[in-house]
């Protein structure tokens, strides 16, 4: 009966073990696809810690044991694959984890960071440790596992002859007898007394341990390199050295540290004007300030914008200051390539900073084929904003993507200008609607007399009686914001306009006109909207009673 | 990720049991101030016992609480190590707390603690004063490891030891030969030294003892990264933090590659010009460093060590520098484990190494001028007044040598020998304790004098490993 019980029980806690061991590869394949913070990741992640929870209720420990292809627990197999790829037995096993074993009171934030460790990218260069190294770091309290040290004693193992050889070394001629005598007639001789330590000693070091953190600081490590250009008088050695300050300005990229970059950078500045090197040498230490100008380090800098690392706007645009024009072509390049916009953002920051200083170059951008792009291009030289921008910028005005004219629209009306005009009057016949309602809305902006002549004539064409009711309201609206006698007047009279014929279409653009008088809050036109507020118009009705209640309030 | 408060608890438990004790032995048990110490140690432990027996333990330096063991936290490390020297000068080994305890029965307990601290059989007086408590036990401290286990954890350490020499002359070779080393196994190796010296580091230690002077430098280099690692882990350094500190240890010298083999290996002193190119040496690591490793965390810390280990503490050390350098804290506890080392070791030029307390004299001078004052004060108190290796002679006319420095940070004056000659001047092999006591509660064996064993051409390896 205990036997059948005992069966039962292991049974029922093999299935357990299997499904936590199921988690685990679960967590593998799912969890590297989602952020921590991401809905599906945090219910993946509960499910997958309750299995082990599950079987840590009912037992103290949960150990696994690993072989290459297979994972047994309590000699059953609760794992097996037979192939090289996805094999989690390998995965583990070929790192040299032989067992691993989940306490009682494994606790969710155990789990999330051993999960955080089965999905570091080991393949990357960035990870330097094994899966080993990562386990012994985070030191859990309630996972322990075993690992093989065979890789260590390779054939460079010699212990036997190594340790022969320190005994052979060890002096032969033992001398007790002769120490024994010297030590019964010598003086007295004490060591130095024991040394206490107090709390003072404690936070000194404290202090020292926190301010050390892991890693060196970039500030450090830049010192040193520096000490170690002053101390070389090779030319060789002192390329070398100047190639170490292109490797750490490209391991700060990588880490998105653009605020260490940019002291790097400072700091060659300041060294190459101390005038400690001959001009050769400033000329090569140089080079090194202008690495952050190519190819392949901007492409460098675009994967580090596009990852998840934490980067401040402001920190980027600093770097930015440090470009020069030849930087330009490949910042272009990138804004074709990036997928996030506040990647993008960035990039176009830092185009404004470095275009102004060769538009010609920056300009080349609007002829990208990535509609895009050339609107990014656009925004980059509305910023810019001098008179070579306003050349290249007009000239996109016939652009075929109207995403594109849209966007040249609104970054000329933020330029202003006279000769702005004149483009937006042809704008205002575009074939697209989209187009001419930004066009018509820029104009009401500028609020001149030239902008409201402009827009005054377009509402006195005849045909402008047809145009769709939206167009018309957005005409109207425009010349609503320059509010003299002379648009009043318009208005008003539009107002009372009535046809026999087309009488739904003069009524829109009466309900138009009623709409643009209660923007001006033209109190005089209160008796005629009274009158359009009877109109058998829906619209005509709705628009005028809206602007009364608005010049009533 | 923050702890969580379960995680927090046992760190808690040890620093207001720590806090509870210093309070009572300042005030009477009744004194407000201890009321109050014993209420928020109770508002600790009740959330622990409530889930079962709470059975505080210390194994090694560390606590463990019901298995677990409870991380060294700086936040509490004056809390942490005074409460490991009291459980260790009473002998106290675990208390176990088996439900929620009444205010009555940790004042008993703390009285128990306080008499045992007057007696010449601590843990006797605690057990007798503490039997009658009905929801706390005690336990005697017990060594880490019995006798038959000790032969098995010297030969894993010494199988460490030497996997070490042969991996840093891997690396020097590779160095040499512009290859780029992978650091993967390097810090694997780390790893099992850290933990081994967490386990019971005066065995790592007593391998610092073995000194080639044809291989000085590998030798050299694996005690250098021993000994930085001991000492790093008495700072409390995180297992990360201590992993790149022996990484850099191990590399501290790889410059030495660059200098001619004749001058290394000369057997007469240094001329000035043989200086200033062994003077070089830490440019050059630096420099080997950077360039075939390339830049990572661990090459950048590597280098920084290479470069900065004999700068020493006021920068009056070598090479000149230009610019104002604050020292890594990885090159100060490397520079006072490299200085120990070299100044213990025979080598080609220098045959006769100096006794390991004289060294440590010769430190102390130069506190806080080539050396750390601070940290190097860790460092005597982990070595020991009397290092291992120390030959001494007792006031019993013993001679001996010290295989194990005291455990007891109170008494660290006071290590394990193993006595060679009797009082009787017969050759003899034996250990002793130097704080065993006799009936009368005085200490049974007092250490009168030390002699440098290298005069005596005695085999320090053959007695220690």
Not at chain 2, 33 to 44: M, P, Q
Request: net charge neutral; proline share 3%.
């Amino acid at each position: 009966m205990d036997k059948t019980l005992n069966s039962e029980a292991h049974s029922g806690n093999a299935e357990l073990a299997r499904d936590a061991v199921q988690g685990i590869l679960k967590a593998k394949k799912i969890l590297k696809m989602y952020p921590p913070n991401n809905p599906i990741y945090i219910k993946t992640a509960d499910e997958i810690y309750n299995k082990f929870k599950n079987f840590l209720e009912l037992n103290n420990e949960l150990s696994l044991k690993i072989s290459q292809n297979e994972i047994l627990f309590n000699d059953e197999e609760v794992y097996y694959n037979p192939e090289k790829e996805d094999n989690m037995a390998l995965f583990f096993f070929k790192d040299g984890i032989r067992e691993i074993t989940f306490l009682r009171d494994f606790s969710q934030n155990e789990f999330k960071d051993f999960i955080g460790i089965l999905n570091a990218d080991f393949e990357s260069t960035a990870v330097e440790d094994d899966l080993v190294t990562l386990l012994w770091e985070r030191d859990f309290e309630h996972i322990k596992y075993i690992a093989t040290e065979e890789f260590l004693s390779d054939e460079d193992y010699q212990e036997s002859r190594v340790y022969v050889k320190a005994e052979d070394k060890a002096y032969p001629d033992d001398n007790f007898a002769k120490a024994y005598s010297d030590g019964l007639k010598e003086p007295i001789r004490r060591a130095s007394a024991p040394v206490f330590l107090r709390e003072d000693d404690f936070k000194y070091i404290t202090k020292e341990i926190e301010e050390k953190g892991i890693y060196p600081q970039i500030e450090k490590i830049i010192t040193l390199v520096f000490e170690l250009i002053y101390q070389t008088k090779d030319d060789v050695i002192f390329s070398e050295v100047v190639g170490f300050i292109e490797n750490i300005i490209n391991y700060c990229i990588k880490n998105g540290n653009f605020q260490k970059v940019c002291f790097i950078l400072d700091s060659i500045k300041s060294f190459a004007e101390d005038g400690s090197l001959e001009m050769r040498n400033i000329e090569i230490l140089k080079g090194a300030y202008n690495i952050i100008n190519n190819k392949l380090f901007i492409q460098e800098v675009g994967k580090t914008l596009e990852s998840d690392l934490i980067i401040e706007e402001n920190e980027f645009t600093a770097f930015a200051k440090h470009l020069d024009k030849t930087s330009i072509p490949h910042l272009i390049q990138m804004l074709g390539e990036l997928q996030r916009i506040r990647s993008r953002r960035f990039v176009i920051n830092a185009l404004t900073v470095v275009g102004k200083f060769d538009v010609k170059t920056l300009a080349e951008g609007l002829h990208s084929d990535k509609w895009y792009v050339v609107r990014n291009i656009i925004v980059v030289l509305g910023k810019i904003a001098d008179s070579w921008s306003l050349e290249y910028l007009t000239k996109t005005l016939t652009h075929p993507d109207p995403r594109v004219r849209k966007e040249v629209i609104k970054t000329l009306a933020g330029i202003g200008g006279a000769n702005v005009l004149r483009h937006f009057k042809n704008a205002l016949n575009d074939d697209i609607l989209s187009v001419r309602i930004t066009a018509v809305r820029e104009m009401g902006n500028i609020k001149t007399e030239a902008a409201k002549n402009i827009l005054l004539t377009e509402l006195a064409k005849k045909d402008f009686l047809l145009k769709d009711f939206t167009e018309k309201k957005e005409f109207y609206e425009a010349v609503a914001h320059r509010d003299d006698p002379q648009v009043r007047d318009f208005l008003r009279t539009a107002l009372k306009k009535r046809k026999f014929w087309k009488k739904i279409k003069n009524d829109e653009t009466r309900a138009c006109a009623a709409y643009a008088l209660g923007i001006i809050g033209d109190k005089e036109s209160v008796p005629y909207l009274e009158k359009a507020k009877h109109s058998k118009n829906k619209l005509l009705n709705a628009f005028a009673s809206a602007a009364l209640r608005r010049l009533t309030n | 990720m923050p702890l969580t408060d379960k995680e927090k608890e046992p760190k808690d438990l040890i620093n207001q049991l720590s806090v509870m004790i210093k309070t009572a032995q300042l005030y009477h048990t009744d004194n407000i101030a201890v009321i109050n110490a014993i209420k928020k140690f109770s508002d600790i432990l009740s959330p622990i016992v409530s889930e079962g027996e709470a059975a505080l333990e210390l194994v090694g330096e560390f606590f463990h609480l019901n298995g677990s063991r409870i991380r060294y936290s700086m936040e509490y490390v004056f809390n942490y190590d005074f409460l490991v020297r009291e459980f260790r000068k009473n002998e106290l080994g675990s208390i176990t707390f088996t439900n929620v305890l009444h205010e009555d029965e940790i004042k008993n307990l703390l009285a128990a603690l306080i008499s045992a601290d007057h007696s010449d059989i601590p843990f006797e007086t605690l057990q007798e004063a503490a039997k009658n408590i009905k929801n706390i036990s005690i336990g005697k401290l017990r060594k880490i490891a019995q006798e038959s286990d000790e032969f098995n954890r010297k030969k894993i350490i010494k199988r460490t030891y030497f996997n070490t020499v042969s991996l840093v002359k891997n690396i020097s070779n590779k160095i040499s030969m512009g290859e780029k080393t992978n650091l993967k196994k390097a810090k694997r190796l780390m790893e099992i030294i850290a933990d081994q010296i967490v386990e019971d580091e005066s065995l790592l230690i007593s391998m610092t003892t073995l000194k080639d002077y044809d291989e000085y430098t590998y030798y050299h280099s694996v005690n250098v990264c021993i000994l930085s690692l001991s000492l790093g882990h008495r700072l409390g350094l995180s297992r990360k933090v201590l992993s790149e500190l022996g990484l850099s240890a191990l590399l501290h010298d790889i410059g030495k590659i660059e200098v001619p083999k004749e001058i290394l290996n000369k057997p007469s002193e240094f001329s000035e010009e043989e200086w200033r190119i062994v003077r070089k040496h830490p440019t050059w690591g630096a420099w080997a460093i950077l360039k075939i490793q390339g830049i990572n965390p661990s090459s950048m810390n590597a280098a920084v060590s290479a470069f900065e280990h004999h700068l020493y503490y006021d920068l009056s050390g070598y090479p000149k520098i230009k610019s104002k350098i604050i020292l890594d804290l990885f090159s100060k506890i490397i520079t006072i484990a490299d200085q120990y080392d070299a100044m213990t070791s025979s080598r080609v030029y220098s045959r006769m190494p100096q006794p390991p307390d004289k060294a440590l004299s010769i430190m102390v001078e130069r506190s806080g001028t080539q050396l750390d004052p601070y940290f190097l004060k860790i460092f005597i108190n982990m070595i020991g007044v009397y290092p291992i290796g120390t030959l001494v002679m007792l006031d019993t006319n013993e001679l001996g040598l010290v295989f194990e420095s005291s455990t007891n940070p109170d008494f660290i004056d006071r290590p394990r020998v193993i006595v060679l000659v009797d009082s009787t001047g017969k050759n003899v092999k034996y250990t002793v304790d130097m704080m065993e006591k006799d009936d009368k509660g005085n200490f049974k064996r007092n250490i009168v004098k030390t002699l440098d064993p290298n005069q005596y051409k005695i085999n320090l390896a053959e007695y220690l490993l």
